[in-house]
């Protein structure tokens, strides 16, 4: 035994100051490769690592690397320690990885059937990390509003089609799935159309079809005729004959489970036969031909008889101005001129007696013995106021010449 030295004795403990670290540090984005690593201070050195995800053992080993993390993965890890002397477990450490919004959905409030006037709530949902920051609702892909919720109130047949919503966050956005929003409304907009279309003959098979929006479709169609209580057909389509009795104004009324509507009645008259038409078209054409006639007769025998009285004056006119000599000359001797002047509308007058008018010329007498006696009165007439009116003559000095 050798005495005076003392030997110190290694204490021996279970691990301490167990701890984890995460590489890399900072944000863990979904797809990148983390490590976690496992340090403690023991005597005797660890034996065993042992890693825990919420009390689940995933694993041994001093360090637990984890390749394409993805967002399974975020969680609570510890890892523990163990050596001869005993086991101690590290502090929790929470693995948040980082990922855009995921598994985007809307859903409708009320489920079920969406009536006409009623309010429908639109909400979007989403899985991303960090939280969705925006959510944008689309109808058809038009921009219509943002926010998680979309409220529609009063909602009418024109909200009727799909959405979607659209989840954004710093690192990425995702777009839902499409929903589709059916408004269920009464029928509206109906109206009737006739066939065949324009004039129809009596006797013609005509169809009438009633059209209608609805939502759901149209269970029943029927048809009335206007003043009438009772319907005269139903179906879509009301066929009949057409004649005088069966004219009248007709209309549908369309129903389904939400309510009913009429349409706008129509009006039905049977055209007339076109034999008729014609012999009436061409009466009247004859008849406005006759008329023509008759008037352009009348005009002719107007003229005629206008042309006559014409004559008949131009006649009488003549043989006024060549009565006899004795009961012409004082016509002259009034309107004839001073003696010592000469006035030139006496000698204007006095070319027109001396000029012989051709109507003179055709003048035909029936007595050739007439006609000389007549001709010989004019020149002798003549002559005498050519004395007067060019010679400045008194007329008893012109008088010889009733003698010729």
């Known amino acids: 035994m050798v005495s005076g030295v003392v030997v110190p004795q290694q204490q021996c403990d ?19 490769s983390v490590t976690l690593t496992c340090s403690s201070d023991a005597n005797p050195p660890m034996k065993t690592y042992a890693w825990y995800k919420g009390g689940s053992l995933m694993r041994t080993g001093k360090t ?21 002397q005993g086991r101690q477990s590290s502090t929790a450490v929470a693995l948040k990885v980082l990922y855009p919004p995921r598994r985007v959905s809307v859903s409708i409030s009320p489920s079920g059937d969406i009536v006409e006037g009623s309010s429908v709530t639109l909400t979007c949902y989403s899985d991303a990390n960090p939280p969705v920051e925006t959510y944008t609702w689309y109808k058809e892909k038009p921009y219509k509003s943002k926010g998680k919720t979309f409220i529609i109130n009063n909602i009418s047949s024109v909200d009727s089609g799909v959405y979607s919503c659209k989840a954004v966050n710093r ?36 169809t009438l079809t009633c059209y209608s929006d609805a939502n759901p479709p149209v269970e029943t169609y029927t048809w009335y005729k206007v003043n009438e209580s009772s319907p005269v057909g139903s ?24 309510g009913c509507q009429k349409a706008a009645p129509v009006h039905l008259t049977v055209k007339e036969d076109g034999g008729v038409v014609l012999y009436v078209v061409l009466g009247l054409l004859v008849c406005c031909g006759c ?3 008759t008037i352009g007769v009348l005009c002719m025998r ?49 070319i027109k007696a001396i000029r012989v008018d ?38 008893e000095a012109c008088a010889h010449l009733d003698k010729i």
């Open 14 to 32: 279970r691990p301490k100051s167990v701890s984890v670290s995460i590489s890399p540090s900072g944000e863990i984005m979904e797809g990148s």
């Open 64 to 84: 637990f690397t984890i390749h394409r993390i993805k967002s399974a993965n975020s969680g609570v890890y510890t890892c523990a320690a163990e050596n001869i």
């Open 171 to 206: 690192y990425g956005f995702k777009y839902s799935d499409k929903t589709t929003v059916n408004i269920l409304y009464p029928p509206k907009r109906v109206s009737v159309s006739i066939s065949p279309s324009g004039e129809i003959k009596e006797g013609s098979l005509v």
């Open 235 to 258: 179906g879509q389509s009301y066929s009949f004959t057409l004649s005088s009795s069966s004219s009248g104004w007709f209309y549908c009324v369309a129903q389904n489970k939400y």
């Open 291 to 293: 008329l023509f006639v």
């Open 302 to 350: 107007r003229r005629r008889r206008l042309a006559e009285d014409a004559e008949s004056v131009q006649v009488n006119v003549i043989s006024s101005e060549y009565q006899t000599p004795s009961a012409r000359i004082p016509v002259y001797v009034n309107v004839q001129p001073s003696v010592t002047q000469t006035d030139s509308s006496y000698e204007t007058l006095h």
């Open 358 to 395: 051709p109507a003179y010329d055709t003048l035909v007498c029936g007595n050739n013995q007439s006609d000389r006696w007549l001709r010989k009165k004019t020149d002798r007439f003549s002559a005498k106021e050519l004395c007067v009116s060019n010679e400045n003559k008194p007329v």
